[in-house]
């Protein structure tokens, strides 16, 4: 038997500002988005937006349904926007802000399993990093250098 360890480092910035012009750009797109949540049930509203490579933006937000299991979070709907606008494109970074109608969230809010799975899909098949960053509508914002990092023992495709 082999012990091992999960080792990631990340960082967290007290405040957007403290991060690069092109992380601020990225994040403030994904503000934008969130305005076009749609979600009437929780009253949680979800804003995603993508750089890819090419520096095209692409954006999602979270889309709820009355039937709860059928809605999808910004971060899918982003992701898979992105796959089927710029199939060929690398995706450099993704940029997560949520924002609630009940309360001031302040902690920032990181991508559910599901996002962290369906992004994890797009890292593996273009073999380059994901960064992904993350923040409420205010304060700390976190960011992670890739996708794997907060998703050790992934599953993939090599398995299937
Ligand atoms: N949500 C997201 O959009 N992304 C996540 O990573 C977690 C949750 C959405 C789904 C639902 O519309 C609302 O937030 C409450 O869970």
Redesign the pocket.
Known sequence: MIEKQFTASYQIYDHLEEMNQEDIKLMKQAAEARNN?Y?P??K???G?AILMANGKVVIG????NAAYPS???????AIYQAGALYPNEKIEAIA?T?KSQKKKVIVP????G??RQAIAEYEFKQEHPIKIMFMAEIGKVIKVNALLDILPLAFDGSSL
């Open positions: 949540a979600a049930y929780s949680f509203m979800v995603a937000s979270n889309q709820e809605g999808l979070c910004a971060e899918r709907n997560i949520v809010a990181a991508p559910c599901a996002c």
